[in-house]
């Protein structure tokens, strides 16, 4: 196997455990990438011998970043991460994901859309292709094209592998080489630390938003869908009721300006498309929670 996810440093009388360790990430890199819970073990069984896990940045595949990704999931969930499952509600998440996915960058990459019991308007995308949307996202949106729109940004971050670019410069800020061997443990916490905490970079922001909105657009979306999140967004801010997303998500009135912007350009009517009527997306809605 070339550029093996997880590097075996150690030798020592439990070599036969690593090695063993080393077949079980080989076969499951090999079987292909439907099968979470054996992801997930491999996770539990990793974490339990911390730092013998070591992962090279500069080569990750796509296989290895959706690996890291689950893996990711798997300690955010320990952690208490409460994912919502209402089949209905992540079903309908999942089809505008599935709607969009055709004209994001990476169309055949394995994205995986859930739903997180939290009544803050946030979502977030990992590493991996996994997006998470909050239940207060799904109630604070007028209807599906905002939604969409919220989708279509956090996509356009994976395709684009922001969170691994990030990963690479906090690496390189902290004076470690970019292509040297980094734990584990410590790419989980960075990957917490972009998710949640650090404002991610004006190039990246601006990036998924002109690719989102293509995305928007192309998938049959109205373009408003986008501008107008943005414009609910800020006017939360104005009267101080800041979203926990506006941390991860700066300079929002900036962003709405260029998003406008690129809809003059293109000639686009920003109410042309699906997704607008608002009583439609209630009902489609209607079995989450009043909390
Ligand atoms: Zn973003």
Redesign the pocket.
């Given at each position: 196997m070339l550029n093996p996810f997880f590097w075996i440093k150690r030798a020592s009388p439990r070599r036969w455990f690593y090695l063993l360790i080393v077949g079980v990430v080989a076969l499951h890199l090999g079987v292909g990438l439907a099968n979470t819970s054996s992801a997930f073990d491999l996770c539990g069984l990793l974490d339990g011998d911390p730092g013998i896990e070591i992962i090279q940045l500069i080569t990750i595949s796509d296989q290895q970043e959706v690996e890291l990704g689950r893996c990711f999931h798997q300690h955010r969930v320990d952690e208490g991460l409460a994912i919502y499952r209402d089949r209905k509600v992540t079903k309908y998440v999942q089809e505008i994901g599935q709607r969009l996915i055709p004209y994001s960058e990476l169309p055949n990459f394995p994205y995986t859309f859930q739903v997180v019991k939290d009544n803050t308007i946030n979502a977030f995308a990992s590493v991996g292709g996994f997006v998470y949307v909050h239940t207060g996202l799904l109630k604070g949106v007028e209807n599906e094209a905002e939604l969409a729109a919220v989708i279509a940004?956090e996509i356009a971050?994976i395709a684009s592998k922001h969170s691994i670019e990030k990963l690479r410069q906090i690496i390189k800020d902290k004076n470690l080489e970019v292509n040297s061997e980094v734990e584990y443990k410590t790419i989980i916490n960075l990957l917490e630390d972009i998710a949640f905490s650090l404002p991610?970079g004006r190039q990246q922001?601006y990036e998924?938003d002109r690719k989102g909105l293509e995305m928007l657009h192309r998938a049959g979306y109205a373009p408003s869908g986008m501008t107008g999140f943005l414009q609910k967004l800020t006017q939360k801010v104005t009267t101080g009721n800041t979203p926990a997303m506006l941390r991860t998500?700066p300079e929002t009135v900036k962003r709405l300006d260029t998003l406008n912007e690129i809809i003059n350009k293109k000639g686009w009517n920003p109410n042309d498309g699906d997704g607008l009527d608002s009583a439609i997306y209630k009902q489609r809605i209607q079995s989450l929670p009043i909390e």
């Open positions: 940004h971050h991610r922001e998924a998500h």
